[in-house]
């Protein structure tokens, strides 16, 4: 049955009570450091993109396990308190997070949705926790240029040059500890999630994901503003990952076809995260640290001190692998959703 | 807090009912309809080990699509009544499993625990019915032995040599459907759910991926035995993914320093897949593969006829990729748990 006819699909879950977000904690590297506007939500800015281990993939384990004790800090707890992490990258066989959590003594979840990985570990670690299967757990995501341009792209002593539709790697992660305890003072609560659905809207060009990503979005966004019980105007924000100007403008067309005008509600974690005069990255910020920073750093304390009552956090991701687009592959795309509210 | 601190460590999840395995499917390739004494249980053989499509990667994904359709269509429904669906698989980016589902209007949660996907996926979905979130729901993995090798070694054409310690990527995929409807005859019920963790015992040697899994599958079974309410003599089977011979006997010793003898109910699926007197296939066969299709082609039909009435199945997962390995990184390593047991 093919999408559009699956006229009953429901997407959407509400929680049955509120999943706090407790603490969360990220790091970044220094390009983050000094172009960002909201450097000072950044828990840690090292000081060059190595942070002191040996290689690129190191390093971005590094800035994961770093995130996390940083959240377990800040929020009093051991790893022991943890029942379970939920996290996720972009690089192969999740590495960055399978040696990021090596040695922490977590139990463990390995998930893969590229980008939109913060929304997905978020999302299933929440109904892992509204269930009662576990009281306490971190939702994670990292990624970093360099070990990014090596995954995908080229090595970066090559040079090789990049069109402007191309988006930069953040450099960076996030982590957030989710429970449902009613106790002291939680940053926010989830109270649903959009389950992602993969997308493929057949472009090939891997260097315009925006393009890709944008009709997953839309539908994750729609599915929200169909299913949930929240009108387009109930929602402060609808925060999309790493669509960036592409992106972002394909997906105002998709949600104005479909009767939403989310333009002056709709902000792209990949289009803030820089301060654009100050660096050139193309059409914006990607990667799965990039919504992951920006939930840290922006989202969450807009939330906690009231200036947002509610978001839809949807970050997007390209399902792609440099094999599949040098077999000249479309790339196929989901959005993974979490609804967000004040305390 | 180290691993063996956390002494009030929680792994184990009793699910509130039986949720139940309603329906399985596996398609594999011609190696393993030839090779194995367990094909009277496959779905279905591809002739050979493209099954109709250009490269690896393509036909990989074709498998899982198939072992899906072919999965509905034993259970009489179509993918609009599926709520979700739980994949993962060995490539980069989990592409088998992206592009694979990408098209069938399914919601999605990308999953990665290498060679442990299949318990990921079955614990993740379980638990997701278990708690209402989900009424129907997926989980799938999927293994090619060239994709795998493009992957992780050299391409096929190079004819690079294996050490004996080395295993064979099983071409094949499983996929089952999950639901908690007190209905017609399910082919068994999940019962509970042992969360893994990762373990890293600091062998460097990814060709000998098995000595590497054996503490990880260890953990997950002690775990297991000490915490859901049967004894080692309640489980017909103790049910590993791929560890081949070195691993199976690493898994022994490690249990017979905690004071179990799993030998005579220790099961490895990849020591059992192949006929080894016809195929020579060094340790063993591997791949996410190999223990989704010995689940589907042997576990389940044992569980259904009464053979066995209640099996932990922990599939384990090395958590390598090619990268690492060239950086000379140890290879930590997981291994997800599920009870199940006769309706």
Redesign the interface.
Known sequence: ???S???????C?LMKGPIYIRQSGCVTGPKEGSGSHFADGFDRIWEDDFGGE??W??AESALLKQAVEITLAKAGF???DV??AFA?D??????A???G??????????????CSGSG?AL??CS??I?????ERGLAAASSHFASAE??FRFPLGYGSQRPLSASWTVTGSGAFLLDRDEIGEPLAKVTG?V??????PGITDAMNMGGCMAPAAALTITSALKEFPYLLENYDQIITGDLGEVGSQALMDLMLRQGYDIGERHMDCGLCIYDREKEDVHAGGSGCGCSAVMLAALILPKIKSGDWRRVLFAPTGA??????TQ?K?SV?S?A?GVVIERV
Request: glycine share 14%; charged share 25%; with cysteine.
């Open positions: 049955m093919a999408l006819e699956a006229k009953n699909r429901k997407r879950i040996k290689n993939e190191e051991g790893t022991g029942d379970c996720g972009l690089l192969s066989q999740s590495t997070s399978s040696y959590l090596s040695g922490l003594g977590i139990p463990h979840y390995g998930i893969f949705g590229a997905e999302a299933l109904m892992l509204d269930g009662g299967y576990i090596r995954e999630v389950m992602g659905e993969i997308v493929d399902l792609l692998s440099k094999v599949r077999e592959m196929p989901i993974h």
